[in-house]
Nanobody, 124 residues
Framework: QVQLVESGGGLVQAGGSLRLSCAASGRTFTMGWFRQAPGKEREFVVANTWSGSSTYYADSVKGRFTISRDNAKNTVYLQMNSLKPEDTAVYYC????????????????????WGQGTQVTVTS
């Protein structure tokens, strides 16, 4: 069993930046971020594999968000720049114990473990 703990959410003005962190209690292979806005389905944001050799971004965040990992700390980060009000959501960290293809990374059912979520609010 792997536990995931997110941190770094908060309130920011449009155009600002935030950095989210997700610390895993054990080693994982694929880690990613999803988000859920009020009244909407949870949607994929970005994910990558342990080596970073495979990374997949949702079109809505390409060029603005960057995922990175510190494998020594079992931690994944999400740097969010040029934030927009539509980025407002609860952000969830997810982890899988196996390699996921780029196509599979966007599928919630492929991930075995989830964090509790951290709120990101972007004001206009």
């Amino acid at each position: 069993q792997v536990q995931l703990v997110e941190s770094g959410g908060g309130l920011v003005q449009a155009g600002g930046s935030l950095r989210l962190s997700c610390a895993a209690s054990g080693r994982t292979f694929t880690m990613g971020w999803f988000r859920q806005a009020p009244g909407k389905e949870r949607e994929f944001v970005v994910a990558n594999t342990w080596s970073g050799s495979s990374t997949y971004y949702a079109d809505s965040v390409k060029g603005r968000f960057t995922i990175s990992r510190d494998n020594a700390k079992n931690t994944v980060y999400l740097q969010m720049n040029s934030l927009k009000p539509e980025d407002t959501a609860v952000y969830y960290c997810a982890a899988a114990l196996r390699w996921l293809s780029a196509q599979s990374m966007s599928m919630r059912r492929q991930y075995e473990f989830w964090g509790q979520g951290t709120q990101v609010t972007v004001t206009s």
